[in-house]
């Protein structure tokens, strides 16, 4: 541990740095798991809604996973959901400064998703 006072016992600059540097650290680390929280909530909801829709008669509309769930069944929904956290939670583990925009990356368009999801069910 460096020393950070002065001769007369007063706090240094770099003491003071030290410490607005893990406040802020901390309130990313708190940004971040909301945003996995969010993500979490979000995948669930799309696999939910998606669901229903599919229920209600209404097709997938990601051409992909239409011939996926047409072919091996809804599970490959999920399936497909679990690939994605598990890529995103990779290139967390290789990027950790990059957790917060990681996990932004894949909120954004799982929040947009159940939007879509959710409208198209109201309004079909």
Known sequence: MVDTTFEDDSPSYVAAAEARVWATARRADTVEVSLWLVVLVAVTLDVYTTYLGLSAGLAEGNPIMRWAIEGYGFGAL???????????GLVREARPDDGVVIALGVALPSVLTVVANVVTLTTA
Do not use: P, T
Not at 78 to 88: D, H, Q
């Open 78 to 88: 999920a399936l497909a959901k679990v690939f994605v956290l598990g890529c995103a």
